[in-house]
């Protein structure tokens, strides 16, 4: 079993920063895929980014992309989401979801364990 706990959301205006973190525990995620999704009220949980195992190979949302980082440190079972240029479309809760499979995917069913959730508002 795995738990993972987000922090880090908050209120931030248009054009500002944050930093999501998400924490592990239960068993070591070294050899997982770590992924971060959004949900926006009344939308799909959608993909945002991911990171293998290794921390070697990145993927992320076009709409994102050059905006947000993810990195990872093993040592800490923790890993990041480095936001920049925020703006409100970027509203959501952002969830963390781990997997055991080899690669990486932006399908939510590819994941087996996710964290509660930490608010993400950007005010105009």
């Known amino acids: 079993q795995v738990q993972l706990v987000e922090s880090g959301g908050g209120l931030v205006q248009a054009g500002g920063s944050l930093r999501l973190s998400c924490a592990a525990s239960?068993?070591?995620?070294?050899?997982?895929?770590m992924g971060w999704f959004r949900q926006a009220p009344g939308k799909e949980r959608e993909f945002v980014a991911a990171?293998?195992?290794?921390?070697?190979?990145?993927y992320y949302a076009d709409s994102v992309k050059g905006r947000f980082t993810i990195s990872r440190d093993n040592a800490k079972i923790t890993v990041y989401l480095h936001m920049n240029s925020l703006n409100p479309e970027d509203t959501a809760v952002y969830y963390c979801?781990?997997?055991?499979?080899?690669?990486?995917?932006?399908?939510?069913?590819?994941?087996?364990?996710w964290g509660q959730g930490t608010q993400v508002t950007v005010s105009s």
């Open positions: 979801a781990s997997s055991s499979r080899i690669g990486a995917s932006n399908r939510t069913y590819w994941y087996d364990y």
């Open positions: 239960g068993r070591t995620l070294s050899s997982y895929t």
């Open positions: 990171i293998s195992w290794s921390g070697g190979s990145t």
